[in-house]
Nanobody, 125 residues
């Protein structure tokens, strides 16, 4: 079965850091671009970042540019999101998703076909 499982969320103080992991199973990760998204109750899902299948190209939303870094280790079938200088406004459920096959990378939450369950990130003192 195809599956994406996020981990690494938790409670962190403002200014702190977390690294999220997105572990894939049931498919070969290196053939797909992967995106990271977040959502809070009552708001639209926000696209944060996307990394191309090879890792050679990345895109970021303005809200996280310069603070978050996406990367991947195709040998481990895992994509990461390093989050630095976290702010209370970053509190959300963070999810990863698989881009449609052969589609170019985008932070728009369309043309993604499989989604993880999400991991909670809470930034609070």
């Amino acid at each position: 079965q195809l599956q994406l499982v996020e981990s690494g969320g938790g409670l962190v103080q403002p200014g702190g850091s977390l690294r999220l992991s997105c572990a894939a199973s049931g498919f070969t990760l290196r053939y797909y671009a992967i995106g990271w998204f977040r959502q809070v109750p009552g708001k639209e899902r926000e696209g944060l970042s996307c990394i191309s299948s090879s890792g050679g190209s990345t895109v970021y939303a303005d809200s996280v540019k310069g603070r978050f870094t996406i990367s991947r280790d195709n040998a481990k079938n895992t994509v990461y999101l390093q989050m630095n200088n976290l702010k209370p406004e970053d509190t959300a459920v963070y999810s990863c998703a698989r881009r449609y096959f052969m589609r170019p990378c985008s932070t728009d939450h369309d043309e993604y076909d499989y989604w993880g369950q999400g991991t909670q990130v809470t930034v609070s003192s």
